[in-house]
């Protein structure tokens, strides 16, 4: 996913506060520090995200980017904190949706700007062999579930937010998509002679086994999956 197009969609300015929604090692969050003078704060529920990019950020030098390590369904920030809200490849993480989206509708100023890019199902009457390639895709990524494109939807309504928009970005995903699984490729021989011969758990096979069905769920041409950002105002 594009940082440049995470900004054109928050459409910022160096007056804004911008809340990165499970903001991993920092990577778009830094990114905008970098070009903007507007206050973010990063929030991970992992303590060694924490640290990592606490570090990351004092080597930069950035002064207008804070971390700290919250729950995004729940947080300790108040009512209208923010002007802006992100969510990248991390909302999927979430049993519900919906919780963070609430959530996400409280902490944003009126007008405020929430953008989420992630996976979504395209629809969910998968067959039996579409719901063995997504349940291994989900153990292998540590995912709950993940959401459809038509639930999202309607879960941003149901939080009060509007003017929603949806723009497919499948394209951006490709190259990633097929170098996972090249790997997928590589590995899978040995990472099963390895298990077979109890050198290494199976969750190190199942893992080879994911990078394969990413690109069956991501598929070109099945319609199970695609990869899109959501935009959409308080």
């Given at each position: 996913?594009?940082?440049?197009?995470?900004?054109?969609?928050?459409?910022?300015?160096?007056?804004?506060?911008?809340?990165d929604?499970?903001?991993?090692?920092?990577?778009?969050?830094?990114?905008?520090?970098?070009?903007?003078?507007?206050?973010?704060?990063?929030?991970?529920?992992?303590?060694r995200?924490?640290?990592?990019v606490?570090?990351?950020?004092?080597?930069?030098?950035?002064?207008?980017?804070?971390?700290?390590?919250?729950?995004?369904?729940?947080?300790?920030?108040?009512?209208k904190?923010?002007?802006?809200?992100?969510?990248?490849?991390?909302?999927?993480?979430?049993?519900?949706?919906?919780?963070?989206?609430i959530?996400?509708?409280?902490?944003?100023k009126?007008?405020?700007?929430?953008?989420?890019?992630?996976?979504?199902?395209?629809?969910?009457?998968?067959?039996?062999?579409?719901?063995?390639?997504?349940?291994?895709?989900?153990?292998?990524?540590?995912?709950?579930?993940?959401?459809?494109?038509?639930?999202?939807?309607?879960?941003?309504?149901?939080?009060?937010?509007?003017?929603?928009?949806?723009?497919?970005?499948?394209?951006?995903?490709?190259?990633?998509?097929?170098?996972?699984?090249?790997?997928?490729?590589?590995?899978?021989?040995?990472?099963?002679?390895?298990?077979?011969?109890?050198?290494?758990?199976k969750?190190?096979?199942?893992?080879t086994?994911?990078?394969?069905?990413?690109?069956?769920?991501?598929?070109?041409?099945?319609?199970?999956?695609?990869?899109?950002?959501?935009?959409?105002?308080?």
């Amino acid at each position: 996913m594009s940082n440049k197009f995470v900004v054109k969609c928050l459409d910022l300015n160096d007056k804004d506060i911008i809340l990165d929604a499970g903001c991993g090692i920092g990577g778009t969050g830094l990114f905008i520090g970098k070009r903007y003078n507007a206050k973010i704060i990063g929030i991970t529920l992992s303590k060694r995200q924490l640290i990592r990019v606490r570090k990351k950020a004092n080597i930069i030098g950035l002064n207008n980017i804070t971390f700290s390590q919250q729950d995004y369904t729940k947080t300790d920030f108040k009512d209208k904190s923010f002007t802006k809200i992100y969510g990248i490849e991390s909302i999927c993480y979430t049993k519900n949706s919906l919780d963070f989206l609430i959530e996400a509708y409280r902490l944003l100023k009126n007008n405020g700007i929430l953008v989420i890019s992630d996976g979504f199902l395209v629809r969910e009457n998968l067959n039996k062999k579409e719901n063995q390639v997504l349940k291994s895709c989900l153990v292998g990524w540590d995912l709950p579930n993940l959401s459809t494109k038509k639930k999202f939807f309607k879960d941003l309504k149901k939080a009060g937010f509007k003017n929603i928009k949806y723009y497919d970005n499948f394209k951006s995903i490709r190259k990633t998509r097929n170098r996972i699984y090249r790997l997928g490729l590589f590995g899978y021989l040995l990472t099963l002679l390895m298990y077979l011969f109890r050198l290494v758990p199976k969750c190190i096979h199942d893992n080879t086994i994911m990078c394969l069905n990413q690109k069956r769920l991501f598929s070109d041409k099945d319609n199970i999956a695609t990869y899109g950002v959501f935009i959409a105002k308080k």
